[in-house]
Nanobody, 124 residues
Framework: QVQLIESGGGLVQAGDSLRLSCAAS????????MGWFRQAAGLEREFVAG????????RYADSVKDRFTISRDNAKNTVYLQMNSLKPEDTAVYYC?????????????????WGQGTQVTVSS
């Protein structure tokens, strides 16, 4: 089992930055690829960014590329999502997720463990 707890969400204005954190406990964190997803009201959960177990590989949704950066610190059992130049359309509940594999996945069903989510609201 892996427990994931997100933090760092909040209410910001367009153009601002936020950094989300996801703290993991349980089994060996470094054995898991990690992902960030988001779900806006009335919409399906969508992939935002993913990172391999080593941190050597990352992938981003086109909508956040060049604005968001995913990183991880295996010594701290934490994965981060640095979000810059935020837009109102980034408003959503953000979830981190983990799966025990070497590949990066963009589909939610590939992930075994999920956090409870943290709300990000961007005002115009």
């Amino acid at each position: 089992q892996v427990q994931l707890i997100e933090s760092g969400g909040g209410l910001v204005q367009a153009g601002d930055s936020l950094r989300l954190s996801c703290a993991a406990s349980g089994r060996t964190f470094s054995a898991y690829a990690m992902g960030w997803f988001r779900q806006a009201a009335g919409l399906e959960r969508e992939f935002v960014a993913g990172i391999t177990w080593s941190g050597g590989g990352t992938r981003y949704a086109d909508s956040v590329k060049d604005r968001f950066t995913i990183s991880r610190d295996n010594a701290k059992n934490t994965v981060y999502l640095q979000m810059n130049s935020l837009k109102p359309e980034d408003t959503a509940v953000y979830y981190c997720a983990a799966h025990a594999g070497v590949l990066l996945h963009e589909v939610a069903y590939k992930y075994n463990y999920w956090g409870q989510g943290t709300q990000v609201t961007v005002s115009s």
